[in-house]
Every structure is written in C-alpha cells, then in structure tokens.
C-alpha cells in the first residue's frame, strides 16, 4: 500500500494523509496519478484501522487540473472508447469520509478533485477554478454539477464561462469550502479534523457521508426515507448501544467500529 510513484501515503492513527506527488508539473492528475489514488483508496475502505483520509498535495498545488499534455493528443474516440478519467468515479464512491487540505491551485480537475471529497478545508492561499474553457474544453470531471450544487447557478457559470480564479476567502465565502483557515495551519487543522471525526464509529461515518451524499441527489421524501433506514440500521450496531450507554453514563464512549 505504500509502493506509489506519484502518491504518499502515511498512516497517523486512524488518520490516513495521502499527497499527490508531482509537484514540478503542479500535481497535474494523469492516468497514472488517477491509478494510484483509486488504488490507494481502495486499499483505505478495505483498511479496519483507518477510519478518514487527508488528501493534499505536495508544494504550490493541490492539483493545477487533468494533465493538459497527456490529453492534448487524444482524439474523441481515445476519450470515450477508453472513458478516460473513469476511475475518479471509483475515487468519489469511496465509503470513508475523505477531507481535501486544499494547499494552493485547485483548478479544473483539481478542484472537481476537491469536490469529490467531503469536506474542503482550504488555505487562504488557495486559488480555485474551473479554467477549461481557456483550453477550448469544459470541466469534465463533475465539475459543471457538483460547483452548482455547491455554490448555485450564478457563481458557477461566472467561474465556468470566464475560468477565472478566486482564493480561500472567496470559495468560503460562496460555500465552495467548509472551512478556510491561515496558510500555515492547514495541515494541523485538517489533521485535527480528521482526528476529530476519527473517533467516532467507521459505521455511522460511512452511513452519515451516504445520507449526506444522497441528499444531493434524492427528491426531499426519498432522503428522508433512506436516512431514516440507515439511521435504524445503526441500531443493530454495538457502538450505538455503547455510545448511548457513555452519556448515561458520563464517561467518553469506546466505539469498536461494530
Ligand atoms: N497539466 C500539465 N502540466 C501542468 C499543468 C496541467 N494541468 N499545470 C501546470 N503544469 C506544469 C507546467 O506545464 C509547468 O511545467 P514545465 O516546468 O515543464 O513547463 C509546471 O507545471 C509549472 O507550471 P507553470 O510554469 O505554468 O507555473 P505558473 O506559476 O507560471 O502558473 C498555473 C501556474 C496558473 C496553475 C498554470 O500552471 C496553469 O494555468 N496551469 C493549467 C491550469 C489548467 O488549465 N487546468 C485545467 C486543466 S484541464 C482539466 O483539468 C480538465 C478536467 C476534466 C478531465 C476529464 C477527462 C474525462
């Protein structure tokens, strides 16, 4: 699991940190980056001693898009035949939270890549874009769904149609991000996070990241049926009787992720 050529992988607890790794090109995402993430990924929901995952990348970047000299030659039927950049799907179907330390450019596939995880905490030196268009292309990673689900229909198309960049502070501002903090304490606050939700059950986070994911997607009555059989399923969980137990109790709860 830790055999990667463009990824770091580090385990701190129960905390997983994974770096994409290509800092001279920007941590551009080719099809190797895209290969080793679902990989790396996969490896993390197999994982019992795991529980969340930090994905940042190495240097100025987070990630400065889809690798624009790898797809240049490509023709129509390379993309669609092969459904180049498929495997991202895999790396948004992960079941464990995922938190994105957004460090620098997170531009067109970068910041789809961003939104894919569940939470975006970002430094206020993070530049954010969709700039495809400059390319005479489109986001081709989720980006024209997910950022209109995210910000709305006016501050999307502003970022699509222009492929201009806004910073931390703006993508906080516009509900791009969940939290935008200083430069230098990314990484201890994503980690924190990360630590944070670490402690609870593996099974009611990967129940709590569906429910919400599916919100997105589900008519209101649907959502709140799928939540509410998800949420009684929990109570076939041991760590639901533990947790309840704990506050009667007054005593922190011991969850054993059963
Ligand atoms: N792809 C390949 N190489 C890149 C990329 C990229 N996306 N971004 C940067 N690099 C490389 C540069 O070519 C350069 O390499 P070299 O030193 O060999 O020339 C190195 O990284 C450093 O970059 P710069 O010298 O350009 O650094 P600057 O500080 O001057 O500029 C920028 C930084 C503004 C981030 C600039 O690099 C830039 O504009 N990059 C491209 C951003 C972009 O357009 N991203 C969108 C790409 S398209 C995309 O993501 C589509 C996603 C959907 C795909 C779905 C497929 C199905």
């Not at 790794?21 to 993390?44: G, H």
């Not at 529980?51 to 000299?69: C, N, P």
């Not at 970002?122 to 990673?141: N, R, W, Y």
Request: proline residues 3%; hydrophobic residues 45%.
């Amino acid at each position: 699991m830790t055999d990667y050529k463009t990824i770091t992988f580090e385990q701190k607890g129960r905390v997983a940190l994974v770096t994409l790794n290509r800092p001279d090109a920007l941590n551009a995402l080719n099809a190797e980056v895209m290969q080793e993430v679902v990989d790396c990924f996969a490896a993390i929901d197999r994982n019992k001693d795991i529980a969340v995952s930090v994905l940042t990348g190495a240097g100025r970047a987070f990630a400065a898009g889809a690798d624009i000299k790898e797809m240049q030659p490509q023709s129509f039927s390379d993309m669609y035949v092969e459904d180049y950049f498929a495997g991202w799907d895999r790396f948004a179907a992960s079941r464990k939270p995922v938190i994105a330390a957004v460090n620098g450019f997170a531009l067109g596939g970068g910041c789809e890549l961003a939104m894919m995880c569940d939470l975006i905490i970002a430094s206020d030196k993070a530049k954010f874009g969709q700039p495809e268009i400059k390319l005479g292309v489109t986001p081709g990673m989720g980006g024209s769904i997910r950022l209109t689900k995210a910000v709305g229909k006016a501050k999307a198309m502003d970022l699509v149609l222009t492929g201009r960049m806004i910073d931390g502070t703006e993508a906080d501002r516009i509900g791009l991000v969940s939290r935008v903090v200083p430069h230098d304490t990314l990484m201890e606050v994503a980690l924190a996070a990360a630590e944070e939700i670490a402690a609870f059950s593996v099974p009611s986070l990967m129940a709590a990241k569906e429910m919400v994911a599916r919100a997105l997607e589900l008519p209101t009555t649907e959502g709140v049926k799928f939540e509410r059989r998800l949420f009684q399923g929990l109570f076939g969980t041991a760590d639901q009787k533990e947790g309840m137990s704990a506050f009667s109790e007054k005593r922190p709860a011991k969850f054993e992720d059963k």
